[in-house]
């Protein structure tokens, strides 16, 4: 009874499971030209659970006894995963059938990853957590290694999944520490145990363990190592997908396990977090200095930016929180814009990795070369672009928190980051010429690029406002 | 605040700072819709075509700004008032709001940005042909940031604007830059880059510190209004650290010493027209934001600090006019000379009397046309020539009779001779630093001598002796574009000089307004 009921607030994850399983079944009884129509199917299914969670939008319940919760927060991250899947399918379409990759099941884990991010970012409870993290990765697993003629991208798959088989193991051991001393696997159960002298040193080290779990999924430094590895090797479409709705994912993930479980012992995690996003900052800004491949380049920025949004979530409280949403939300877009511009990097039938290649882009492509400055100086966090809304949000909250410092190191951080930003930038602008991309065919790919673009500047002068409130609305129902 | 602005009901100024916008918009535009062939190139003559119109979109747009800008400041503007006019708001994000506004202080640099761009877009009609289009773009964006910068009347916005004029200053240095290669950091890289780079890093770095200041001034009162912030006491504590990083940014955009290095590399590299608003205008939002932000919203830390800022200032009036004296390039020697010139400005707007902030406010207005009269002028020989280094030059006034009369009268503007616009500034400056610390006066006099020492030595080396050089043989004469750019630099220079007093009494009004701010900061926290 209690079961049946629970489904019908799971439609939205319900619809893409079974349009998985349909699409699962077409594809293999057509399996010669499957690849394009299931994409198209696939990303009409994502965007009709999108659909299913706007009209759901403001409920909050739980459901199968407590194990997830249905709320503003799921919503909103689920509207912004659903989002970023569907345009990870959609960008990668071109390219996998220009390398021969093209294949039917490439939409369909997409689609089984998003029911595990959905998941996850409605988790209310450690299994529910453990389950729907590994639902995700999975697929993701499959996915880096989805190229499986190529050294580079098997590689990436086993390097990615025994490196999440590590970080798995912590969280269970963290999962099971915190339920022997809490006694319950609940997370308003755990959080009525977890007060602010009632937290034993048994819980906070159970505590730290997930944390640490966690922290290898967003990859903050110091558990970043697998990042670039996995983010060079595997298909770029697939990196950008990586770079995407996962690290959304895990980061509302965070945001909830920490908020609703420990929310008294604020004062335990909050030096932890803020250590990791001190040492994420630094890392994924003076790291990414030496690259000379784009997509470890983005690699690091994306470690740097996971430390930016980190520091939103060392303030919690629903400022802070509130201010991680803004800050993944700007971040999703940016990255999900600056991957299909990596993919539009086609020379010769393959594709340009390096960013040696983009010299003199300004008068080969002009219009690529405008979009990606725009999304650079966003990622850099530049005024008038949005990237500087979501660091403004994110310091903001640290500062009114009275956690200035963070503050002072994350802006001088971003001050540093801004420096291989630039580069890519001079590359484009400053140089002489290299030999120009291929032109033509990826419109969606154009599209991509050129939506994230308006989105930077100037929609978010107007959007930041709507964002805003979502975001705060959302951000509140976690307290 | 008055209802002028309500009267007009018309949003000036939001109309006057995004206009440029369009212009750039309308040129991208423009060159979209060009013929192209198959591989997406365009024929030259297109991009002739192509070109020219840009031109005339940017001269255009920029002219039309200036026009509009002088009609509103006639007709909707009323110098004796000291609040701010013309103010126009708009909800946005909780306790920010768009808000813009002038009085006194920023009407001025309005209207000088609005008269510098026209003349950047003439100066650079025919010396820029590399991507032309890029270029005015890049102009009428930055065009839009810096008025945005004066007019903004909220901490935030103002923030976006001042930072976002990095951009295109970066994209101009690096793109329309000078040749040459510098290794840096293991990379070798063209010095125009080098250049961009520094000017873009040192800028960033110092905001970034007043960002955290601007977000700790939200969470404590939840407004980021100027206006209130400027009625709003901090406590002294506090003041300290904020005005500390508001100065970081504001010292670097000035620039001062220690903190200049960035300029003379940016100048050197930057295309003339670049150069010229870098003069003219950039450099003001630095005098700008202490006068706006520092000022009236931490005096008691402004006062505290004022003997560092002296010190500071005085060092930079020497030492970097010392420096000016070895420079073998004419464009650094004029950098250094800026630098110097920006030392007078933060000795008078630190001296919290009358007398320095309107000489401070007045030596930027006239800094402005001297300086950027001056790289004109370099520009103009540059173009001849593409060589800035004074040792290729002697002897120009033979063949470049008008030329030398032009650089003459703007070297001795910038040496401080009574009657140019620059001594009414420097005069009143030092007038008001006698007041408050006579030994920085004098210190700071020493900065007059060797201006007319590097100035004059500038001077005889490029224009005076023998006409030995061969490539100077055939060197032309000012042409009548560059006379009328000049010409008309030089009757406001001469204006401004002999009767200065209009542009006082546009900004007397609202000085009196911050002194009494100000005044008024330093009393309430002395009671306390």
């Not at chain 2, 209207?111 to 773009?137: E, G, H, N, Q």
Request: charged fraction near 10%.
């Amino acid at each position: 009874m209690d079961v049946l009921g629970g489904l019908s607030q799971f439609i939205p994850e319900l619809a893409l499971i079974c349009g998985g399983m349909v699409l699962l079944i077409y594809g293999v009884f057509n399996e010669k030209n499957a690849g394009p129509t299931v994409s198209v199917a696939a990303i009409g299914v994502l965007l009709a659970a999108t659909l299913l969670v706007a009209a759901s939008y403001g409920q909050d319940t739980t459901v199968f006894a407590g194990a997830f919760k249905i709320d503003a927060f799921s919503s909103f991250s689920k509207i912004v995963i659903f989002a970023a899947a569907a345009f990870a399918i959609m960008m990668s379409d071109k390219y996998l059938s220009a390398d021969q990759l093209s294949r039917f099941e490439y939409p369909i884990l997409i689609l089984f990853a998003a029911v595990g991010m959905a998941l996850m970012v409605s988790a209310n409870d450690l299994i529910a957590l453990y389950m729907s993290i590994e639902t995700q990765s999975l697929a993701l697993y499959i996915l880096a290694a989805f190229n499986r003629d190529s050294r580079r991208s098997t590689e990436a798959g086993l390097k990615y999944f025994v490196l999440g088989a590590l970080s798995s193991g912590l969280l269970l051991y963290g999962a099971s520490l915190v339920y022997g001393f809490a006694g319950s696997t609940s997370f308003d159960a755990i959080a009525k145990v977890a007060t602010a002298d009632g937290a034993g040193p048994g819980l906070i080290i159970g505590l730290v363990f997930l944390i640490c779990g966690i922290a290898f999924k967003v990859s903050a430094a110091p558990f970043h190592m697998w990042t670039p590895d996995v983010y060079e090797g595997a298909p770029t479409p697939v990196t950008a997908f990586f770079a995407a709705a996962p690290k959304f994912a895990a980061m509302a993930l965070f945001a909830r396990a920490l908020v609703g479980a420990f929310p008294e012992a604020i004062d335990d995690w909050r030096p932890v977090i803020a250590m990791l996003a001190v040492a994420s900052m630094a890392v994924g800004s003076f790291s990414a200095i030496v690259q000379t491949n784009i997509k470890r380049l983005m690699a690091y920025s994306s470690i740097g930016h996971m430390g930016f949004a980190l520091a939103g979530l060392a303030v919690g409280g629903p400022a802070g929180v509130s201010a991680v949403l803004i800050y993944m939300s700007i971040y999703v877009v940016m990255t999900v814009g600056v991957f299909a511009c990596i993919l539009l990097m086609r020379r010769r039938g393959g594709n340009s990795e390096a960013i040696a290649d983009l010299a003199g882009l300004s008068d080969t492509d002009k219009s690529l070369a405008l979009i990606i400055t725009i999304l650079f100086f966003s990622l850099a966090g530049v005024p008038p672009t949005g990237g500087f809304f979501g660091k403004f949000f994110v310091f903001g909250a640290a500062v009114e928190a009275g956690m200035i410092w963070l503050a002072v190191i994350g802006v001088l951080m971003s001050a540093v980051a801004a420096f291989y930003y630039l580069r890519v930038i001079w590359v484009m602008w400053f140089d002489e010429p290299a030999a120009a991309f291929e032109r033509g065919g990826a419109a969606h790919l154009g599209f991509t690029a050129i939506v994230a673009a308006l989105l930077m500047i100037p929609g978010f002068w107007f959007l930041i406002g709507p964002l805003k409130s979502a975001a705060d609305n959302a951000a509140m129902a976690l307290f | 605040m008055t209802d002028i602005g309500n009267e007009l009901s018309i949003p000036w100024l939001s109309l006057l700072t995004f206009a440029p916008l369009l212009g750039a918009l309308l040129i991208m535009f423009g060159r979209s819709m060009a013929k192209r062939d198959a591989n997406g190139a365009i024929a030259p003559d297109t991009q002739r075509d192509v070109d020219n119109s840009a031109r005339r979109v940017a001269l255009l747009f920029t002219v039309g700004v200036f026009i509009v800008s002088v009609f509103v400041y006639l007709s909707g503007y009323d110098p004796s008032i000291g609040g701010y006019q013309l103010v126009e708001e708009a909800a946005w994000l909780g306790g920010i709001n768009y808000k813009m506004g002038v009085d006194g202080i920023s009407v001025l640099f309005v209207l000088l940005t609005t008269f510098f761009f026209p003349i950047c877009v003439i100066a650079s009609w025919t010396s820029i042909k590399d991507r032309v289009s890029d270029y005015m773009i890049a102009f009428l964006v930055m065009e839009t940031l810096v008025l945005g910068v004066f007019c903004a009347l909220d901490l935030v916005v103002f923030y976006l604007f001042f930072e976002g004029s990095l951009i295109p200053m970066f994209l101009i240095i690096g793109v329309w830059g000078s040749k040459g290669v510098k290794e840096f950091a293991g990379y070798r890289m063209s010095s125009r880059v080098y250049a961009a780079i520094k000017f873009f890093l040192y800028t960033f770095i110092g905001s970034v510190l007043m960002l955290v200041a601007i977000l700790w001034m939200y969470a404590q009162t939840g407004t980021t209004d100027v206006p209130t912030l400027q009625q709003t006491n901090f406590p002294a504590g506090a003041q300290t650290w904020l005005w500390w990083a508001f100065f970081a940014s504001f010292a670097v955009k000035m620039p001062m010493w220690p903190v200049h290095t960035w300029l003379p590399d940016a100048h050197v590299q930057a295309p003339t027209a670049g150069s010229v608003i870098l003069a003219a205008i950039l450099l003001k939002m630095g005098g700008y934001g202490f006068l706006r932000f520092s000022l009236p919203m931490f005096p008691l830390a402004s006062a505290d600090f004022a003997p560092v800022v002296f010190a500071l200032s005085v060092v930079a009036i020497i030492y970097t006019s010392l420096v000016a004296l070895a420079q073998e390039d004419m464009k650094k020697l004029i950098a250094y000379s800026s630098v110097a010139h920006m030392g007078f400005v933060t000795m008078g707007i630190f001296t919290g009397t009358k007398q320095g902030i309107e000489g401070a406010l007045f030596q930027m207005i006239s800094h402005g046309f001297i300086s950027g009269a001056l790289f004109l002028c370099v520009g103009v020989v540059y173009d001849r020539m593409h060589t800035r280094e004074i040792a290729a030059y002697g002897g120009l006034v033979h063949r470049m009779p008008a030329y030398a009369f032009l650089f003459l009268f703007f070297t001795m503007g910038n040496v401080g001779l009574p009657g140019i616009s620059g001594f009414v500034g420097e005069f009143l400056t030092m007038a008001g630093a006698f007041k408050v610390n006579a030994w920085v006066a004098f210190f700071a006099a020493f900065g007059v001598i060797l201006s007319a020492a590097y100035a004059l030595r500038l001077f005889r080396q490029v224009m005076y002796g023998e006409l030995t050089k061969e490539p100077l043989m055939t060197i032309a004469d000012v042409n009548n574009r560059e006379l009328a750019l000049l010409g008309i630099l030089m009757l406001f220079a001469l204006y401004l000089g002999v009767y200065p007093h209009p542009a006082m009494a546009v900004f007397s009004p609202s000085v009196d307004l911050l002194m009494n701010n100000f005044n008024a900061g330093l009393l309430s926290a002395g009671g306390a």
